[in-house]
């Protein structure tokens, strides 16, 4: 039997019992049977269900309630022993049930006061609910319901946007109404390998001024999602190909060849890119760069330095001692200065990568405690001694403690 009649026979019950892991199909079975003995419709829904029919690991389960959810949060919580950990205004809570976290969220109907707005938010149908989200396979919901269990719901032709591999925006308003969907449809295209339908594309173009309008921390939200994902750098190229990135911040580009060696950066990989973006726009627009994006102090960090390295060109490209180049380096972040060593060429590349490959590690073996024991006096000395040994350290004057301690004693019998 194919697998599409299979799911005409029995609905997507079996389908779910053959992907959900088996934990988590008996907590999705408790919650289920608590929601039909309390009358509260309940339902799979978004990624979890796009997940599933692409047969690929979904993230955490998101379910939908029509009708109150705090109630039942509460209920639920209590009946299997769970934590509630985050809920909010628009009666979404995040609760954790043996080690899993399970979205939910009452069924709502949006309205959107202008363009760019948040929404204001109503109690709704679970039909309602699936036409204000963003593309038609994020928007089918498995019923959980003994009435209809497994019945796929799906209002927006999800399931065959899913055949087709293509992400399909559900009316021509929805980028206007919700801007940060451009990059969420370049984030789905990219993970997913698919296209943008063609309409799709043109409300998308229509819709890119409206970019301006949104705040920055919406904008980074979305951009901490996408440097997070597997295909980050296929995303931001997407996105600048579509004048996404280029809405965002004028001439915000992604080098697509240096993107792909972001994977090197490992855990790093994150600020790396971002580094990478920093490094497309002009060091004079580092403070309005940040301020665009309400960058936290970790990675407004990363975009000043990746532009004080450019800044640096010039000095970098004199003849240095190794203390000199190490110097000028030693306060700026190292993904900034790796990254800068790949948009640089050489000398200024070689030193960068001098610094990150040896200087940087490079330390003496006394502290402060020592030197005072050696009978440096409290006070300036100290640190300018410590300071004075690092440099002939790196320098290749000394090498060892013995050489270390050699030349506090001179340095105090000269002084
Ligand atoms: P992921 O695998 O990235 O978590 P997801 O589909 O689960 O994908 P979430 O951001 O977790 O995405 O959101 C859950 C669901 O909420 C989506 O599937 C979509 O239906 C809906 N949704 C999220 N953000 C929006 C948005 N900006 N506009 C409309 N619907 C949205
Ligand atoms: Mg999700």
């Known amino acids: 039997m194919t697998?599409?009649?299979?799911?005409?026979?029995?609905?997507?019950?079996?389908?779910?019992?053959?992907?959900?892991?088996?934990s988590q199909y008996e907590l999705l079975d408790s919650i289920s049977s608590i929601a039909n003995s309390n009358g509260v419709a309940l339902y799979l829904v978004g990624g979890m269900v796009r997940d599933i029919l692409l047969s690929i690991p979904y993230t955490d389960p998101d379910l939908c309630i029509e009708g109150e959810s705090t109630d039942f949060v509460e209920l639920l919580s209590q009946e299997?022993?769970?934590?509630?950990?985050?809920?909010?205004?628009?009666?979404?809570?995040?609760?954790?049930?043996?080690g899993t976290i399970v979205d939910f969220a009452i069924a709502?109907?949006?309205?959107?006061?202008?363009k760019g707005a948040l929404p204001e938010v109503e109690k709704g149908t679970i039909i309602e609910d699936l036409s204000r989200r963003d593309f038609s396979i994020n928007s089918m919901a498995v019923s959980m319901n003994l009435r209809n269990y497994g019945e796929l719901i799906d209002p927006n032709n999800?399931?065959?946007?899913?055949?087709?591999?293509?992400?399909?925006?559900?009316?021509?308003?929805?980028?206007?109404?919700?801007?940060?969907?451009?990059?969420r449809a370049a984030r789905y295209a990219a993970r997913l390998g698919f296209t943008l339908d063609i309409e799709t594309k043109e409300?998308?173009?229509?819709?890119?001024?409206?970019?301006?309008?949104?705040?920055?921390?919406?904008?980074?939200h979305e951009i901490e999602h996408?440097?997070?994902?597997?295909?980050?750098?296929?995303?931001?190229?997407?996105?600048?190909?579509?004048?996404?990135?280029?809405?965002?911040?004028?001439?915000?580009?992604?080098?697509?060849?240096?993107?792909?060696?972001?994977a090197e950066f490992g855990d790093h990989r994150d600020i790396a890119l971002l580094s990478m973006l920093a490094y497309s726009l002009p060091p004079s627009h580092s403070k309005s760069f940040i301020r665009r994006l309400n960058l936290g102090r970790h990675?407004?960090?990363?975009?000043?330095?990746?532009?004080?390295?450019?800044?640096?060109?010039?000095?970098?490209?004199?003849?240095?001692?190794?203390?000199?180049?190490?110097?000028?380096?030693s306060d700026l972040h190292d993904t900034a200065i790796c990254v800068g060593s790949l948009y640089t060429e050489p000398p200024v590349s070689d030193r960068l990568k001098l610094y990150i490959e040896k200087l940087r590690d490079i330390k003496i073996s006394l502290d402060g405690q020592d030197l005072l024991n050696m009978g440096v006096p409290q006070g300036a000395l100290v640190g300018t001694i410590l300071n004075?040994?690092?440099?002939?350290?790196l320098d290749g004057y000394i090498i060892t403690e013995a050489d270390e301690r050699e030349t506090v004693y001179r340095i105090l019998k000269d002084s």
């Open 226 to 262: 996408i440097l997070g994902e597997n295909q980050a750098v296929n995303i931001l190229s997407l996105a600048e190909q579509l004048g996404i990135l280029d809405s965002i911040y004028p001439s915000l580009r992604i080098p697509f060849e240096l993107g792909k060696s972001a």
């Open 299 to 329: 990675w407004a960090k990363i975009v000043t330095d990746s532009h004080r390295v450019l800044g640096l060109i010039r000095e970098l490209s004199s003849d240095l001692s190794s203390s000199e180049i190490h110097a000028l380096l």
């Open 388 to 393: 004075e040994l690092l440099v002939a350290k």
């Open 158 to 183: 999800g399931r065959l946007d899913l055949e087709n591999r293509v992400i399909r925006a559900l009316h021509p308003d929805s980028f206007l109404d919700d801007p940060t969907r451009l990059l």
């Open 108 to 114: 709502r109907k949006e309205k959107y006061q202008y």
């Open 3 to 22: 697998e599409n009649l299979m799911y005409k026979m029995d609905g997507f019950a079996s389908l779910l019992k053959e992907r959900i892991p088996s």
């Open 80 to 98: 299997l022993t769970g934590n509630v950990i985050a809920q909010s205004d628009f009666g979404t809570a995040k609760i954790e049930l043996n």
């Open 203 to 220: 409300w998308m173009t229509n819709s890119l001024n409206i970019l301006k309008d949104i705040s920055g921390d919406r904008i980074r």
